[in-house]
């Protein structure tokens, strides 16, 4: 990947190798030990659908919009869901701005994989009118900061975004009742996305000739690995999927070994970001009642006559 090799130029043969012994000796440069993450921030913007991820020196933002479409042909009941990435060069040197290059490409496919085959995201309840209108989610995800292991960071900012975004209620007018209603949040409540479970991406990074793994690779780690391996699994265990990039083949009792890994890691992200978005919900809840006050005066003067 060429954000890889980019970083790879820019470290020292003294560098890699300090990296590599030190890893010899279960020791990361950051101080963490072999299958420890990094400490993980979310955020969210004062609009629905907005994310800000950062995992250790890296951050992402998401952003989750939507607009009624026309459906695939052969899925006339069922919703569109899509994933675009932007990484541009403030985020890293090695980004180049227009096209999108093959870590973008792959960025994409592994989140965009371990949704949709996990069906994560309920995409029939985006039908409005079967075979005329169903809604098309669209999930952007901007590169801010590139720390290494961005699929992760993407990952939950993707989810955290789908979580508090909130579509437009529709309704079925017209003469022959098949005209869609739009109505606008002050009229009617926008709805939440049904989704059935948060599939969470978990990374590995191999060295040394798969001999040595590691959880959660930095960017100066990401240079001198000779593979990676992402697992997006679930809270109850489930296998959304799996991705191998680079190096040789994997032996069984290393896939399992990061299974159980990844599962355990997938639950206290699960709790971490189901927390954030619960705080984000009350917060939101403060602030339609302040901006729409239930309370109604009284005309004290009737009830004294």
């Not at 227009?98 to 792959?106: D, I, K, N, Q, S």
């Not at 190096?247 to 890691?265: D, H, N, Y």
Request: a neutral charge; one cysteine or more; charged letters at 25%.
């Amino acid at each position: 990947m060429e954000g890889r090799l980019a970083n790879s130029w820019r470290l020292t043969v003294n560098d890699k190798n300090f990296i590599k012994t030190a890893l010899l000796s279960e020791i990361r440069i950051d101080g963490r030990k072999p299958f420890e993450y990094r400490k993980i921030s979310i955020k969210f913007g004062r609009e629905d659908g907005s994310s800000e991820v950062q995992l250790g020196q890296t951050r992402v933002m998401g952003m989750v919009t939507a607009q009624l479409v026309q459906p695939y042909r052969d899925r006339p009941k069922e919703g569109i869901l899509s994933i675009f990435t932007e990484f541009s060069p403030m985020a890293d040197p090695s980004f180049e701005p227009g096209r999108p290059g093959e870590l973008a490409v792959e960025l994409g496919r592994i989140i965009d994989r371990g949704l949709r085959e996990s069906r994560a995201v309920d995409t029939e309840s985006l039908c409005i009118l079967a075979g005329k209108f169903v809604w098309a989610i669209r999930i952007d995800l901007h590169i801010l900061d590139n720390g290494g292991n961005l699929v992760d960071a993407a990952n939950i900012a993707a989810l955290a975004a789908l979580l508090t975004f909130r579509r437009p209620e529709c309704s079925l007018g017209g003469e022959d009742g098949q005209e869609v209603i739009v109505h606008p949040p002050e009229i009617r409540e926008p709805l939440p996305l049904t989704v059935h479970h948060l599939p969470i991406a978990i990374s590995f990074g191999f060295f040394s000739n798969e001999s040595i793994l590691v959880i959660d690779p930095t960017h100066n780690e990401e240079a001198v690995m000779g593979g990676r391996m992402t697992t997006t699994v679930n809270a109850n265990g489930d296998i959304c999927a799996i991705q191998k990039s680079g190096g040789e083949g994997v032996p069984q009792r290393v896939i399992m070994q990061c299974l159980q890994l990844a599962t355990s890691k997938a639950a206290s992200i699960t709790k971490q970001i189901k927390d954030a978005v619960e705080v984000f919900n009350t917060e939101r809840a403060l602030r339609k009642i302040k901006r729409h006050p239930t309370s109604t005066g009284v005309d004290v003067r009737e009830k004294q006559n």
